[in-house]
């Protein structure tokens, strides 16, 4: 144990740890959460306090071409409702939000063809100049570098796409032969040179997901150098051929986030709604473990419903205004206060304000 413990020290001064030190680390978190958590939430004060910052989220289109096996709006459920937002809607939630204190918007759906690089640079546009003092972030999947390109001329400031896992293996296991996990890792390298603050990310607990695979995903978050990571456990979906598959643990979600805030100091982590859905105070024990981000749903409350990745999904019965109100009361009685502003990543500089 002293071992590992002095391991969990060493990521703290150097943020750099081999392959098996993960791995040894990831297979004994249930003895080693405490100790890694003190020092997690101490670099997480050190960078940003004990603030947390708000992103609206818009689930503008439940529509996909993918059928990735763990996810409920792949195109292989037929089951699944589909709805897209009109522009006019998408400008409505922003200016709800807007009211609402929030001054990121994150642009996610499926990816949904009838979304062309002009529409969503039409919407962009539309959404930073009436709120020229918000950030638009996109989160609609693999595209060309030329797409990205367009996107962060229409002013996108940042692009969220999960890696998923980075272990090629693993990957084949969870998506279509069509996808895979050179052109998702791809993809966000080209991200990160256009200019995006960019976000990867995986899911804890996914199915025959090992301690190892969890270590190459550390290991990929040192080489990328990402600006913001989302991590939140696998929830099985009924509708897909995952649907008997084990739920990811609280547990390991949370160490996991602990270590990415140790490799990662200065990152934004958010305490994801996944986690929230698993444990009734998911999202605040991640706060505790280093997350520093939280993103409430701004979607319209008739369409919450249709955007169901995962079951028994939380929040999709509420206006806008009482998650705002519900996270205010959760954020404060966990010792930490939410901020009105952008919530740049530490070394995005003035200018690009
Ligand atoms: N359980 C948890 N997370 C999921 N996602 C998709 N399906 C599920 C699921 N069943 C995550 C993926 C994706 C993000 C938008 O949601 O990691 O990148
Ligand atoms: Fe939506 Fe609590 S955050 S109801």
Do not use: W
């Not at 249709?306 to 806008?320: P, R």
């Amino acid at each position: 144990m002293d071992k590992l413990y002095s391991l969990i020290d060493k990521l703290y001064s150097t943020s750099h740890l081999e392959k098996d030190e993960y791995t040894a680390l990831i297979k004994n978190h249930r003895e080693l959460s405490d100790y890694l958590f003190s020092l997690s939430s101490k670099v997480r004060d050190k960078y940003y306090g004990k603030s947390v910052y708000l992103r609206g989220l818009i689930e503008f289109t439940s529509y996909c071409k993918n059928n990735c096996l763990y996810c409920g709006i792949r195109c292989g459920n037929k089951s699944a409702e589909r709805y897209r937002l009109t522009e006019k809607q998408i400008m409505e939630c922003c200016e709800t939000g807007y009211n609402l204190d929030f001054r990121t918007f994150v642009l996610q759906g499926g990816e949904d063809p009838y979304y062309t690089d002009d529409r969503i640079c039409d919407i962009v546009k539309k959404i930073k100049t009436t709120f020229p003092d918000c950030a638009v972030t996109l989160s609609i999947g693999e595209k060309s570098e030329e797409s990205y390109r367009r996107y962060f001329e229409a002013g996108a400031d940042r692009y969220l796409l999960r890696h998923e896992t980075a272990n090629y293996e693993h990957y084949a296991k969870l998506h279509p032969p069509s996808l895979s996990a050179k052109n998702r890792q791809d993809c966000l390298f080209t991200l990160k040179k256009i200019g995006f603050q960019t976000g990867a990310g995986f899911m804890t607990g996914s199915p025959y997901q090992t301690a190892e695979n969890l270590a190459e995903d550390m290991l990929f978050l040192e080489k990328l150098q990402p600006h913001m990571v989302g991590i939140g456990p696998f929830i099985p979906h009924h509708a897909t051929p995952f649907a008997d598959m084990p739920q990811g643990s609280v547990e390991l979600t949370l160490f996991m986030l602990g270590l990415t805030r140790l490799a990662l100091p200065e990152v934004l982590l958010p305490a994801t709604t996944a986690l929230g859905t698993i444990h009734p105070q998911g999202r605040e024990l991640a706060l505790k473990a280093g997350a520093n981000v939280v993103m409430p749903n701004l979607s319209p409350t008739d369409v919450r419903k249709k955007y169901l990745l995962y079951d028994n999904k939380i929040c999709t019965g509420d206006e806008s205004a009482q998650c705002r109100k519900c996270l205010e009361r959760r954020v404060n009685a966990a010792g930490f206060k939410i901020v009105k502003s952008r919530g740049d990543h530490v070394s995005v500089n003035e200018r690009k304000k």
